[in-house]
């Protein structure tokens, strides 16, 4: 028998310049009616994989409710069900639970966690260090189901931790990952044709400053009024990155002391207040007023936007024609040209059949489990080999965007976010972002010139790092 999902589509607010993952509000008018063949995908892998001895048995799972609990449940309990069919004895309590990261960081503390539990790239630094979670390695290279070779390196290497070094990155293996998002250029395809300006090009990442005469050429102005602006949702880190530069040193413990990463800062920060008040191609605060980027985008106040893969199911409602190409960024180091967000599952420590709770976290893993949830078009596969293939770019172009593609090249390249690099992220709030808003003052008379705020974020760095 077809199991068939239909679920609302809830629409993600942008990330702002400089932020992290974190979801917005649901859009009860989009819907997104999705029709999986469970058995077509299933039928295509070796069903002699699958087995489990042990006895029949409940595990608890827990998730978060970031993009609306009824589409994440939807999404999920696809899945589950196409574990189920794999795995009969094994039984799956789903959890999805609000205010997940500091609901879930209090379970953390007092040891209340689910058999196998959700953890973002965002709080991997810091729930890592409490030995809450199973070294999953073992479990991997035992495995004929997942190939983390075949993943995208950045989504593994991100939930690894050392204890020794005390950093992410590299030694065991304590999440599996579930998914990866991108961050792309989305423009409107309507208004430039109609303001007669070149579709940006799909086979490759764009300078920046290609960028800047396009988004220029895409300002529309009524005399000193600027009614819609090139581009919204710039981010630093893509900024940054593609400078070749980083927002601390190598050791992560302090403000960057090589000659190349402190230039690339000074021309990464320079280039953003000149976006607002030289170029004058992204909105200040007060034309946004409190709208985030892909709102923006959706009111066609801005032509283009700077934003995640996560909003395309709301954009596919949008009644104007749009695609993607690669955001744009500096020549030093191009494909770095901002941030993929993740998150996956952990099992439990205290868990009391850790082979039945592998077997899950394994699934979702593994290229079956991966093309299940993929098809239900809230995510893109982790295996580069699944995202590129003909079937799936075909059915996924067909549906917006046309240039597919473009995302999973992306993720590809695109590495965590700065959230991950440490386990306290006051550094970055109280140094680079809270002090963006004297570089940025509206009022020229009191707005920092870049070398005095790199100076003001040096110390708070360096103070917040500790």
Same mark, same amino acid.
């Given at each position: 028998?077809?199991?068939?999902?239909?679920?609302?589509?809830?629409?993600?607010?942008?990330?702002?310049?400089?932020?992290?993952?974190?979801?917005?509000?649901?859009?009860?008018?989009?819907?997104?009616?999705?029709?999986?063949?469970?058995?077509?995908?299933?039928?295509?892998?070796?069903?002699?994989?699958?087995?489990?001895?042990?006895?029949?048995?409940?595990?608890?799972?827990?998730?978060?409710?970031?993009?609306?609990?009824?589409?994440?449940?939807?999404?999920?309990?696809?899945?589950?069900?196409?574990?189920?069919?794999?795995?009969?004895?094994?039984?799956?309590?789903?959890?999805?639970?609000?205010?997940?990261?500091?609901?879930?960081?209090?379970?953390?503390?007092?040891?209340?966690?689910?058999?196998?539990?959700?953890?973002?790239?965002?709080?991997?630094?810091?729930?890592?260090?409490?030995?809450?979670?199973?070294?999953?390695?073992?479990?991997?290279?035992?495995?004929?189901?997942?190939?983390?070779?075949?993943?995208?390196?950045?989504?593994?290497?991100?939930?690894?931790?050392?204890?020794?070094?005390?950093?992410?990155?590299?030694?065991?293996?304590?999440?599996?990952?579930?998914?990866?998002?991108?961050?792309?250029?989305?423009?409107?395809?309507?208004?430039?044709?109609?303001?007669?300006?070149?579709?940006?090009?799909?086979?490759?990442?764009?300078?920046?400053?290609?960028?800047?005469?396009?988004?220029?050429?895409?300002?529309?102005?009524?005399?000193?009024?600027?009614?819609?602006?090139?581009?919204?949702?710039?981010?630093? !880190?893509?900024?940054?990155?593609?400078? =070749?530069?980083?927002? +601390?040193?190598?050791?992560?413990?302090? #403000? &960057?002391?090589? *000659? /190349?990463?402190?230039?690339?800062?000074?021309?990464?920060?320079?280039?953003?207040?000149?976006?607002?008040?030289?170029?004058?191609?992204?909105?200040?605060?007060?034309?946004?007023?409190?709208?985030?980027?892909?709102?923006?985008?959706?009111?066609?106040?801005?032509?283009?936007?700077?934003?995640?893969?996560?909003?395309?199911?709301?954009?596919?409602?949008?009644?104007?024609?749009?695609?993607?190409?690669?955001?744009?960024?500096?020549?030093?180091?191009?494909?770095?040209?901002?941030?993929?967000?993740?998150?996956?599952?952990?099992?439990?420590?205290?868990?009391?059949?850790?082979?039945?709770?592998?077997?899950?976290? !394994?699934?979702?893993?593994?290229?079956? =489990?991966?093309?299940? +949830?993929?098809?239900?078009?809230?995510? #893109? &596969?982790?295996? *580069? /080999?699944?995202?590129?293939?003909?079937?799936?770019?075909?059915?996924?172009?067909?549906?917006?965007?046309?240039?597919?593609?473009?995302?999973?090249?992306?993720?590809?390249?695109?590495?965590?976010?700065?959230?991950?690099?440490?386990?306290?992220?006051?550094?970055?709030?109280?140094?680079?972002?809270?002090?963006?808003?004297?570089?940025?003052?509206?009022?020229?008379?009191?707005?920092?010139?870049?070398?005095?705020?790199?100076?003001?974020?040096?110390?708070?760095?360096?103070?917040?790092?500790?």
């Amino acid at each position: 028998m077809k199991k068939t999902v239909k679920v609302a589509a809830l629409a993600i607010s942008a990330l702002l310049m400089g932020g992290g993952i974190f979801a917005g509000c649901a859009n009860p008018n989009d819907e997104l009616d999705l029709s999986i063949s469970i058995e077509s995908i299933q039928a295509k892998y070796d069903a002699s994989l699958y087995s489990y001895t042990g006895e029949p048995v409940t595990i608890t799972m827990s998730h978060w409710d970031s993009d609306g609990a009824t589409l994440e449940r939807a999404v999920l309990e696809t899945a589950l069900t196409a574990f189920k069919n794999r795995y009969p004895t094994i039984d799956v309590r789903l959890d999805i639970i609000s205010d997940y990261e500091k609901t879930y960081a209090t379970n953390i503390a007092t040891n209340n966690l689910h058999d196998v539990f959700m953890v973002s790239d965002g709080v991997f630094a810091n729930w890592s260090t409490g030995g809450k979670m199973v070294n999953l390695t073992p479990y991997i290279q035992a495995s004929e189901l997942v190939d983390p070779d075949g993943m995208y390196d950045s989504v593994v290497s991100r939930y690894q931790y050392d204890p020794v070094t005390g950093l992410t990155g590299s030694g065991a293996q304590l999440v599996m990952p579930r998914d990866i998002s991108a961050h792309v250029m989305f423009y409107n395809k309507d208004y430039f044709v109609q303001k007669g300006v070149s579709l940006p090009p799909s086979d490759r990442i764009m300078t920046m400053d290609e960028a800047v005469t396009m988004w220029q050429a895409l300002t529309e102005r009524d005399g000193d009024y600027i009614e819609t602006y090139g581009v919204a949702g710039i981010e630093m !880190e893509g900024l940054v990155w593609s400078s =070749g530069g980083d927002f +601390l040193n190598d050791s992560r413990n302090g #403000f &960057p002391t090589e *000659e /190349s990463d402190v230039a690339a800062l000074k021309k990464s920060y320079q280039f953003i207040q000149d976006a607002y008040y030289k170029y004058q191609i992204t909105p200040p605060s007060e034309f946004s007023s409190g709208m985030d980027p892909t709102t923006l985008f959706s009111l066609q106040k801005v032509a283009t936007v700077i934003a995640g893969s996560w909003n395309v199911a709301s954009f596919r409602t949008l009644s104007f024609d749009w695609d993607i190409a690669y955001a744009p960024a500096f020549s030093e180091n191009p494909t770095k040209n901002s941030w993929s967000g993740s998150c996956g599952y952990a099992i439990s420590n205290g868990c009391a059949n850790k082979e039945a709770a592998w077997k899950l976290v !394994e699934y979702i893993g593994s290229p079956e =489990g991966q093309e299940i +949830l993929a098809a239900t078009g809230f995510q #893109f &596969p982790l295996y *580069e /080999s699944i995202g590129l293939s003909e079937e799936y770019l075909k059915r996924e172009s067909q549906l917006k965007p046309n240039n597919y593609e473009v995302f999973i090249r992306s993720a590809s390249e695109q590495p965590a976010g700065t959230w991950t690099y440490t386990k306290n992220t006051q550094w970055k709030e109280l140094g680079y972002d809270m002090f963006s808003e004297y570089l940025l003052n509206n009022d020229a008379s009191k707005r920092w010139d870049v070398d005095y705020f790199l100076q003001r974020v040096r110390e708070a760095v360096n103070e917040k790092i500790a």
